[in-house]
């Protein structure tokens, strides 16, 4: 049985000095071959179900909605912003003052 002592180790005498650090990122492998195949086909069914073959729900609706549909004035701040910038920088708000008078007309 090995004794501990309190005295500190000399790093050149001690096996750390023959360690390499690019050892500590080596990836040993004791995986069947087969794996990288099973996951594989797993991933690609996953994606063929999940993007093509599965109906949309009240969630997908939900996280396809726009921010300007999702908190009401928004646009119409945003569009105020966008105008004085371009304005700002000498240029053509024709686009955005548009779409401004378009909300508030509608209101």
Same mark, same amino acid.
Do not use: C
């Given at each position: ?19 390499? +650090? ?8 004791? +995986? ?19 993007? +093509?073959?599965? #109906? ?18 928004? #646009? ?20 955005? #003052?548009?779409?401004?008078? #378009?909300?508030?007309? +509608?209101?």
């Amino acid at each position: 049985m090995e004794e501990f002592s309190d005295e500190p180790v000399k790093y050149s005498t001690s096996s750390a000095r023959s360690h390499s +650090a690019y050892e500590t990122f080596l990836i040993r492998r004791s +995986a069947p071959w087969y794996q990288t195949y099973i996951v594989l086909g797993s991933t690609i069914a996953f994606l063929v179900y999940f993007l +093509a073959l599965r #109906e949309e729900n009240d969630l997908d609706e939900e996280i396809g909605k726009s921010l300007f549909d999702r908190i009401p004035g928004l #646009e119409e701040k945003d569009l105020v912003a966008k105008i004085s910038n371009a304005k700002s920088m000498g240029m053509d708000s024709t686009l955005y #003052e548009r779409r401004l008078k #378009e909300i508030q007309s +509608a209101k």
